[in-house]
């Protein structure tokens, strides 16, 4: 059995004292949480995305789930970087699978003439991923949406779901529901109207 070191310790005590914070809203937590993390994160989608800039989208999506999502993070169950690093690879995996490419594990480990000549070839990289005021501004911008989406009626969310979201066209969110085309079409540009009308008055940029 491995035993951690003091230091790596002292660092999941203070992740999971961060990951407290932003469960608070505390902006300043989530920016020192990014900057201590990201890099680690950025790693693990790039063995599964090989596409860096889709790397780096993915990498947003994970900060501005983790803003969402900080308040279920119990530290009993796991340690915070494993936490991190679960929705940093499911994250990844999702993208996969909405690109409809099959998910391909990459090595970012060069060798060279001996084992102590192995480099990462991340840390070459200067990240230009978005800063954490950006992954802010989205995670508001994602709770504005889902406030205006649930004001929809149920008939609407679906569509609108199926339609941007798994990306159907208006005949298989027709087929998918069962419902006639019209009303399927009728249903996907009345919710988009009430969509941008709700965002509008709250001040969502698009």
């Given at each position: ?20 914070q932003v469960s608070l809203g505390d902006r300043a937590a989530f920016r020192t949480l990014y900057r201590h ?170």
């Amino acid at each position: 059995m491995t035993t951690a070191s003091p230091r790596s310790e002292e660092r999941s005590r203070d992740l999971a004292a961060l990951l407290a914070q932003v469960s608070l809203g505390d902006r300043a937590a989530f920016r020192t949480l990014y900057r201590h993390t990201s890099a680690h994160l950025l790693g693990v989608v790039l063995r599964i995305q090989r596409d860096r800039a889709q790397a780096e989208d993915v990498l947003q999506e994970v900060y501005v789930n983790v803003w969402r999502a900080a308040q279920s993070f119990d530290g009993r169950l796991s340690q915070p970087l494993t936490w991190l690093t679960s929705i940093a690879r499911n994250r990844a995996i999702d993208a996969l699978r909405r690109h409809r490419t099959e998910p391909a594990t990459v090595s970012s480990t060069v060798a060279g003439a001996g084992a102590d000549d192995d480099h990462d070839m991340l840390q070459n990289f200067a990240s230009d991923a978005p800063g954490p005021t950006d992954l802010l501004e989205q995670a508001a911008d994602a709770r504005a949406l889902r406030q205006c989406l649930g004001a929809l009626s149920g008939e609407q969310q679906q569509c609108v779901a199926l339609a941007f979201y798994q990306g159907l066209s208006h005949a298989e969110v027709a087929a998918h529901l069962r419902q006639p085309l019209g009303s399927v079409k009728s249903w996907v540009r009345r919710g988009l109207m009430a969509l941008k009308s709700c965002l509008d008055r709250l001040g969502v940029a698009r």
